[in-house]
């Protein structure tokens, strides 16, 4: 179909064009962007924690009672939990993944470092690589005889006593690349905190930070051979023995020991959804916000379309009295339409860009990808020939006779 008549058409009504295109321009930028940030959060969403995620358990206790001695409380604790049926491994630690606790270490690898690398999260507790169910890419796990007890490693820091300190670690794949790109990690020493130097180990795949600041950060973790007594257990069971395992730990728990409180006791997927409750809550907006855009750029169509041909149908008699079929006014009100569609989500794409630039400044999210432009473009190419289908069909509707009405 030849476009000039409908282009000549559009500049006798300039403001109504202008408005649908500015429309669809402002959807365009706005979609495209908030489906990219909507992508951001799923993958977050979905980021890979390197442990038994459905197995897990956490049961956190604070003592009311006489202060005891928390060594022997939490051999004792361990004890009576190891001896529940279903119970594959248990471990005193100092924090989970995605639990949102905060401890955390300065790295350096040259002890002459005015800065650290980076910052890890250290875990603490022994037989933690066993109960988290982590993968090991190189070296081997931390063993009982590498482990030191926390105030032992305390006094001994004080006095300068380098038996008394843990030796070795075990660090993750992402760490390692990071403080030793395209080498071997094994056997390289790093120096924790106030420079406590350890020896790399072991190198494990994945293991996530209980707290997430910045997700290219988010894996830089590593085991530390210190026993804790914190009263936080991590128990790994099989999936449909949680619910009964949890219950049990609990009265096991109580019955050594009725003057403590239960902090925490909940399944490892637990701790997780409650991470992700902001980023699922901020995807169903963001999804909300696409959706309702979309209807409401659809609805601007529609009405347009039948304010045009409530305007043209004298026009549109005029062509069908001259043999225009009903073929030719609808394919006519569709390409109108498409060329609308165009100029509106050409210029969508340059505001797209626009107002990925200003979030890349202020917030520091990454490029927009080009991928999302084109697919954009044919969401909004599709919603317009839908949305303008119906009054174009009305448009073909109109009958001869109508040309020779006055209106």
């Given at each position: 179909?030849?476009?000039?008549?409908?282009?000549?058409?559009?500049?006798?009504?300039?403001?109504?064009?202008?408005?649908?295109?500015?429309?669809?321009?402002?959807?365009?930028?706005?979609?495209?962007?908030?489906?990219?940030?909507?992508?951001?959060?799923?993958?977050?969403?979905?980021?890979?924690?390197?442990?038994?995620?459905?197995?897990?358990?956490?049961?956190?206790?604070?003592?009311?009672?006489?202060?005891?001695?928390?060594?022997?409380r939490t051999a004792e604790d361990l004890a009576a939990l190891?001896?529940?049926?279903?119970?594959?491994?248990?471990?005193?630690?100092?924090?989970?993944?995605?639990?949102?606790?905060s401890n955390n270490s300065g790295i350096k690898i040259d002890r002459k470092q005015n800065k650290s690398?980076?910052?890890a999260t250290t875990y603490y507790g022994e037989n933690i690589a066993d109960t988290f169910g982590l993968q090991l890419v190189a070296g081997r796990f931390l063993k009982a005889d590498?482990?030191?007890?926390?105030?032992?490693?305390?006094?001994?820091?004080?006095?300068?006593?380098?038996?008394?300190?843990?030796?070795?670690?075990?660090?993750?794949?992402?760490?390692?690349?990071?403080?030793?790109?395209?080498?071997?990690?094994?056997g390289?020493?790093?120096?924790?905190?106030?420079?406590?130097?350890?020896?790399?180990?072991?190198?494990?795949?994945?293991?996530?930070?209980?707290?997430?600041?910045?997700?290219?950060?988010?894996?830089?973790?590593?085991?530390v051979p210190i026993q804790v007594s914190d009263g936080v257990y991590a128990i790994r069971t099989a999936p449909q023995e949680r619910d009964r395992v949890l219950k049990a730990a609990l009265e096991k728990l109580k019955q050594a020991n009725p003057h403590r409180v239960v902090l925490q006791k909940r399944t490892w997927d637990e701790i997780r959804e409650k991470f992700f409750q902001n980023d699922r809550a901020m995807t169903g907006l963001l999804v909300g916000v696409c959706v309702a855009l979309?209807?409401?750029?659809?609805?601007?169509?529609?009405?347009?379309?039948?304010?045009?041909?409530?305007?043209?149908?004298?026009q549109i008699g005029v062509r069908r009295a001259l043999g225009a079929t009903r073929g030719n006014i609808l394919h006519y009100f569709q390409t109108e339409n498409f060329l609308l569609a165009t100029i509106g989500i050409v210029l969508g794409m340059a505001l797209a860009y626009g107002v990925n630039l200003f979030l890349m400044v202020h917030y520091e999210?990454?490029?927009?990808?080009?991928?999302?432009?084109?697919?954009?473009?044919?969401?909004?190419?599709?919603?317009?020939?839908?949305?303008?289908?119906?009054?174009?069909?009305?448009?073909?509707?109109?009958?001869?006779?109508?040309?020779?009405?006055?209106v």
């Open positions: 179909m030849d476009i000039l008549p409908i282009l000549s058409t559009l500049r006798r009504h300039k403001i109504t064009a202008l408005l649908v295109i500015l429309e669809i321009a402002l959807t365009c930028a706005i979609v495209c962007n908030a489906v990219f940030l909507v992508s951001q959060r799923l993958e977050r969403i979905h980021m890979v924690s390197g442990v038994a995620e459905h197995e897990l358990l956490e049961v956190e206790l604070a003592n009311i009672g006489p202060k005891a001695d928390d060594s022997a190891r001896q529940i049926p279903g119970v594959t491994s248990v471990a005193s630690v100092n924090q989970l993944p995605f639990a949102n606790s690398s980076l910052n590498d482990y030191v007890d926390i105030d032992t490693a305390k006094k001994a820091f004080v006095a300068g006593d380098a038996k008394g300190l843990p030796k070795n670690t075990v660090i993750t794949l992402a760490m390692a690349e990071r403080l030793w790109p395209g080498q071997q990690a094994l390289k020493q790093i120096y924790m905190g106030n420079d406590l130097p350890l020896t790399v180990v072991g190198v494990i795949k994945n293991l996530v930070r209980p707290s997430i600041w910045d997700d290219a950060t988010a894996q830089y973790s590593m085991l979309l209807v409401v750029t659809a609805l601007g169509i529609v009405g347009l379309g039948s304010f045009w041909v409530a305007q043209r149908r004298r999210l990454p490029r927009l990808p080009v991928m999302y432009l084109p697919l954009g473009a044919v969401v909004l190419w599709l919603i317009g020939q839908v949305a303008v289908l119906g009054p174009a069909m009305r448009a073909a509707a109109v009958p001869p006779v109508v040309a020779t009405r006055s």
